[in-house]
């Protein structure tokens, strides 16, 4: 299977080549020693139970125990993940997931709770849920919080469902959002599933948000505004204060996309720059694990104005402790629905308490500003063999563009490739997309010096090389990968996602 097999094995000293569980396992073998039928008969993979008979083959691989324990651990080893090496993906906050959060999320007391329990039997676990209300809503300067939705763009969604609720009470529906160039895809996607129509705002100079363009744009038909802050080229909308009282003047509302808040939180409150409402996703800020690692979780932060729209349900107060008001008609307000099951990412409302409690007001505050640091020191020490995209300091986050390549027939892929047989995982790469072959890189606070000068070394040695014109190099990379280069466009756009036994493709031919 490997394109070049140099072991007679196929496996590369610990790097085992590892098939499908269907292709090293077989229908007759099973890991389960079932007990004899009450007739005394046995069950056979040979298709019976008790009286009765398989038809035909289930298709199903049969492995033992042993086999079974090798195949899942083999095929976790070829995960990458921030446990095993420097992750720095720009935007997405790839920061250690702290053990002791876990531990808290398994303590039988939350880990065994049932969402249909009694509310009187789980008063700790709304109180738990408050408590993370409170802390957001004290870190961003906002009246309100929807802790509902499953990640940062579910929490988009919610936030333009409260926009578009806030409008429609007043009878004024609006049909523009007004999007910057260099947003997340997600964002875009959020108003038009939404039901808006979105018009790209362009970026000036400076990666900022054009504000000349913005206004120009901007009119009594312009429902919202997105904007990421700081943005997706890691660095502050200085003009943001200046932004929100543009929107508001023409009655729409600020919508803040705050995928990024791990680099201005405990020193920038959401709600003193004008903003109406902003996710937060825990799964970067609040290090609870990404997506694929577990599920996300996106808050929404609401102003007073937004805040009756917030989907159910909602923990509130009562007099003989916390009820959940679940229904419209308890709450006064005119809530958008429910947007998730029962109430939302429960485990990732612990860890992320965990987090904020364990670091405390001051160690938020410490985070941020080492988040930024990071960043600023991987710029300081690159910018004279790469070429950083804009002038001045970066946020959590710098962004490095392709003309430091120009010439070289090295491309930011080929960069991306190569530095996968270094051990580390590259970059985000061609986004966002205001610059050409963009490589926004993302330390986060909690890598050591010594693990970023390790980096920083091996993008100076590679810089170097690409600018010596070593082609063949960067093309053949990545050497030392399961596999190598692989058309990930053929992979994304037909994914081979279903095994079939072998006769069955041939009786298909
Ligand atoms: C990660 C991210 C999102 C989306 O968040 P998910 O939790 O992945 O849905 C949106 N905007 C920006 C800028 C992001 O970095």
Same mark, same amino acid.
């Given at each position: 299977?490997?394109? *070049?097999?140099? *072991?007679?094995?196929?496996?590369?000293?610990?790097?085992?080549?590892?098939?499908?569980?269907?292709?090293?396992?077989? +229908?007759?073998?099973?890991?389960?020693?079932?007990?004899?039928?009450?007739?005394?008969?046995? #069950?056979?993979?040979?298709?019976?139970?008790?009286? @009765?008979?398989? #038809?035909?083959?289930?298709?199903?691989?049969? =492995?033992?125990? +042993?086999?079974?324990? !090798?195949?899942?651990?083999?095929?976790? #080893? $070829?995960?990458?993940?921030?446990?095993?090496?420097?992750?720095?993906?720009?935007?997405?906050?790839?920061?250690?997931?702290?053990? =002791?959060?876990? $531990? @808290?999320?398994?303590?039988?007391?939350?880990?065994?709770?049932?969402?249909?329990?009694?509310?009187?039997?789980?008063?700790?676990?709304?109180?738990?849920?408050?408590?993370?209300?409170?802390? =957001?809503?004290? =870190?961003?300067?906002?009246?309100?919080?929807?802790?509902?939705?499953?990640?940062?763009?579910?929490?988009?969604?919610?936030?333009?469902?409260?926009? !578009?609720?806030?409008?429609?009470?007043?009878?004024?529906?609006?049909?523009?959002?007004?999007?910057?160039?260099?947003?997340?895809?997600?964002?875009?996607?959020?108003?038009?599933?939404?039901?808006?129509?979105?018009?790209?705002?362009?970026?000036?100079? !400076?990666?900022?948000?054009?504000?000349?363009? @913005? $206004?120009?744009?901007?009119?009594?038909?312009?429902? &919202?505004?997105?904007?990421?802050?700081?943005?997706?080229?890691? @660095?502050?909308?200085?003009?943001?204060?200046?932004?929100?009282?543009?929107?508001?003047?023409?009655?729409?509302?600020?919508?803040?996309?705050?995928?990024?808040?791990?680099?201005?939180?405990?020193?920038?409150?959401?709600?003193?720059?004008?903003?109406?409402?902003?996710?937060?996703?825990?799964? $970067?800020?609040?290090?609870?694990?990404? &997506?694929?690692?577990? +599920?996300?979780?996106?808050?929404?932060?609401?102003?007073?104005a937004l805040a009756p729209f917030a989907p159910l349900p909602w923990v509130v107060h009562g007099p003989d402790g916390f009820v959940l008001a679940e229904h419209a008609d308890d709450t006064g307000g005119d809530p958008v629905g429910r947007v998730k099951g029962f109430h939302g990412q429960f485990g990732m409302f612990i860890r992320a308490l965990g987090y904020m409690m364990s670091m405390g007001a001051d160690g938020l505050h410490q985070a941020s500003a080492d988040a930024v640091l990071n960043a600023n020191y991987l710029l300081a020490r690159l910018k004279d063999v790469m070429s950083a995209s804009f002038d001045g300091p970066c946020m959590h986050e710098v962004l490095f563009d392709d003309r430091f390549l120009k010439n070289t027939g090295v491309s930011t892929l080929d960069f991306a490739k190569a530095l996968l047989d270094e051990g580390f995982h590259p970059m985000t790469v061609y986004f966002p997309l205001v610059v050409h072959g963009a490589m926004l890189i993302e330390p986060t606070e909690s890598e050591s010096k010594e693990t970023l000068d390790s980096f920083i070394a091996t993008m100076r040695a590679l810089a170097e090389r690409a600018g010596k014109g070593d082609v063949d190099f960067f093309h053949e990379a990545p050497r030392f990968t399961p596999r190598r280069r692989l058309d990930e466009t053929k992979a994304a756009r037909s994914p081979v996602l279903r095994w079939r036994p072998p006769a069955v493709d041939q009786a298909a031919e």
């Open positions: 299977m490997t394109e *070049t097999r140099r *072991t007679t094995s196929g496996h590369e000293g610990l790097a085992f080549e590892e098939p499908l569980s269907f292709e090293i396992g077989s +229908p007759d073998k099973t890991a389960v020693d079932l007990p004899r039928l009450p007739d005394g008969t046995r #069950q056979h993979a040979d298709g019976t139970l008790g009286g @009765l008979r398989r #038809q035909g083959p289930i298709g199903l691989t049969g =492995l033992s125990e +042993p086999e079974v324990v !090798r195949h899942y651990l083999r095929l976790s #080893q $070829k995960n990458f993940s921030i446990d095993s090496g420097f992750y720095p993906l720009g935007s997405c906050t790839m920061k250690h997931n702290p053990r =002791l959060n876990e $531990k @808290l999320a398994r303590m039988p007391g939350l880990g065994d709770l049932h969402p249909l329990q009694p509310v009187a039997t789980v008063q700790g676990a709304l109180e738990l849920m408050d408590l993370v209300a409170h802390w =957001l809503k004290t =870190l961003t300067g906002m009246p309100a919080v929807a802790l509902s939705p499953g990640a940062g763009a579910h929490g988009e969604l919610v936030g333009l469902m409260t926009i !578009r609720g806030a409008l429609e009470a007043r009878g004024d529906a609006r049909r523009r959002i007004l999007v910057p160039e260099s947003a997340h895809g997600t964002n875009p996607a959020t108003a038009v599933a939404c039901g808006y129509t979105v018009e790209a705002i362009p970026a000036n100079a !400076r990666g900022r948000v054009d504000l000349k363009a @913005l $206004k120009a744009a901007l009119s009594d038909d312009v429902a &919202g505004v997105m904007v990421t802050n700081p943005n997706t080229c890691g @660095l502050f909308e200085t003009d943001v204060m200046e932004i929100a009282a543009a929107v508001h003047a023409v009655g729409a509302f600020f919508y803040c996309d705050g995928a990024n808040f791990n680099s201005i939180v405990g020193r920038v409150r959401t709600g003193d720059l004008g903003i109406d409402c902003m996710h937060i996703n825990l799964h $970067k800020t609040f290090s609870t694990p990404h &997506g694929g690692g577990g +599920p996300g979780s996106g808050p929404v932060v609401l102003s007073a």
